[in-house]
């Protein structure tokens, strides 16, 4: 499942095309490595070019990016990921948005949400010997820290498009 973020407007450079242009690239190899794909767009500025470069039958879902970013917003799209990664419709999510850097420069990201990438090269935490247990349990834990992640990391994501696309206006 690729989930596609840019804006439901345009005026703003090359900032829609440089997201969709890298979704686009992600997708054709996935194609070309034969696997299903399917799309998420969010923000009015997708349709149209993912629609005709892929047809609406891989096009499973829709959210408008809105003027202002929600936390509801994000809620909903990360619903609509974790229904289809429960139902085992899709066994990798990965987004695309552009990352703010600076009012110049934008950089469109592909960040894996599904299975949770973790950095490399992590130093492990000295615990000095101490031994923790945690309540709830560890599996209880995680089914509430995991969907949250999840629902940070998009609403992040819609945060760095909206400061991106205002930079690009400029």
Do not use: C, W
């Amino acid at each position: 499942l690729v989930v596609v973020a840019a804006s439901d407007r345009g005026l703003a450079g090359g900032f829609n095309g440089n997201i969709v242009r890298a979704a686009r690239d992600y997708i054709n190899s996935l194609i070309a490595e034969g696997k299903t794909v399917s799309i998420i767009t969010v923000g009015k500025k997708t349709v149209p070019v993912l629609k005709r470069l892929y047809g609406e039958d891989r096009i499973v879902a829709h959210f408008d990016a809105g003027a202002k970013p929600s936390l509801d917003g994000a809620l909903a799209i990360a619903a609509e990921v974790s229904r289809r990664f429960e139902a085992g419709e899709v066994d990798v999510v990965s987004l695309f948005y552009s990352r703010f850097k600076s009012v110049v420069q934008q950089i469109p990201t592909n960040k894996r949400l599904i299975p949770a990438a973790v950095e490399a090269g992590a130093a492990p935490i000295d615990l000095k010997g101490a031994a923790y247990e945690y309540e709830p349990a560890e599996d209880e834990l995680l089914g509430v820290l995991l969907p949250r992640n999840l629902n940070v990391q998009i609403f992040s994501a819609m945060l760095e498009n909206q400061a991106g696309f205002y930079a690009s206006q400029m």
